[in-house]
């Protein structure tokens, strides 16, 4: 699976963006997908998470009730609407993928490369 991240951008805090997460390969449909994001001298952070089919979705406490994960298993698209963003969302955010046969909590295996977000005060 190759993994494509765009839709960052520079917003101020309060707006919303949607990043999208392209992939090719014939296994997307059956593999959960991952949003993580990553700001400078912090470690990484596991944002949210969708199964395979989409029935199980996973969120950050800092996340919840702002972010909503999705996915297009026909367009082989992942989503991550955020709204109403606060200036500690800035991070690089990344979208993975994993066997959507593991739980949502087990380590993504393909990454790809990110997408800086940047929210103004």
């Known amino acids: 699976v190759q993994l494509q991240a765009s839709g960052g951008g520079l917003v101020q805090a309060g707006g919303s963006l949607r990043l999208s997460c392209a992939a090719s390969?014939?296994?997307?449909?059956?593999?959960?997908i991952g949003w993580f994001r990553q700001a400078p001298g912090k470690e990484r952070e596991y944002v949210a998470g969708i199964s395979w089919i989409g029935g199980t979705t996973y969120y950050l406490d800092s996340v919840k009730g702002r972010f909503s994960i999705s996915r297009d298993n026909v367009k082989n698209m992942g989503y991550l609407q955020m709204d109403s963003l606060k200036p500690e969302d800035t991070a690089v955010y990344y979208c993975a993928t994993s066997p959507g046969r593991y739980a949502l909590s087990r380590p993504y295996d393909y990454w790809g490369q990110g997408t800086q977000v940047t929210v103004s005060s």
């Open positions: 390969g014939r296994t997307f449909s059956v593999s959960n």
